[in-house]
């Protein structure tokens, strides 16, 4: 079979005549048929290969640096957050121990300060776009924190302090539940977050 006659570019010809008159005709659709018979074939091929290759390593490392520094701008507190409380889980219930030196504002409007700091029972409070950072761990077995409202979720492990931070700007209640299921209390082991 003759060469296809066509007004497509050289590559176009180069493929059909060699597909057409070997490949086909042979049923053999091998790298070796290929190679050595359509030589203009393999390299274009191999251009369009390369160049996929290229295309998505630099879409999949461009999502990829863009995610990571968006992971690491989440998980860093601002710099108005210098106070650190500590969340400790228990079965089935929180304490949140502020610092020496907080002052709390509770929802009857009185500030207290705490000189020494202060334990409070499944009570969080906070004033409205106050940072704080958060030492989250657990005395017994696993537990999680979760306040479904704010997007906040993080394990409570013993032995092991996990690091987040929290800035609410808008007052209200916000409950805090735990969602690793650690006993027969789980059910009860809800807290509330304040927000003055
Ligand atoms: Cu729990």
């Known amino acids: 079979m003759g060469p296809v006659q066509s007004d497509t570019h050289d590559w176009d010809r180069g493929w059909n005549s060699c597909v057409r008159s070997h490949v086909l005709r042979d049923y053999q659709i091998s790298r070796e048929t290929t190679e ?4 203009l074939m393999v390299s274009r091929t191999h251009a369009i290969e390369i160049l996929s290759i290229l295309i998505t390593s630099v879409v999949l490392g461009y999502i990829g640096v863009v995610a990571g520094i968006n992971l690491v701008a989440i998980d860093t507190p601002p710099p108005s957050a210098t106070e650190t409380i ?22 009857n409007g009185t500030t207290i300060t705490y000189a020494n700091g202060t ?14 950072q958060l030492e989250v761990v657990s005395l017994d077995v696993a537990h999680s924190l979760f306040i479904y409202e704010l997007g906040i979720h993080i394990d409570a492990i013993p032995g092991h302090i996990n690091h987040t931070w929290i800035e609410v700007d808008k007052p209200g209640t916000y409950r805090i539940e735990c969602t690793q299921f650690c006993g027969t209390g789980h059910y009860t082991m809800i807290g509330k977050l304040v927000v003055t």
């Open 36 to 39: 050595s018979r359509c030589p």
């Open 86 to 107: 500590k969340v400790i889980a228990r079965t089935f219930y929180w304490t949140f121990q502020y610092p020496n030196g907080s002052s709390i504002t509770y929802p």
């Open 119 to 132: 334990t409070i029972q499944n009570y969080l409070y906070l004033k409205t776009g106050q940072a704080v």
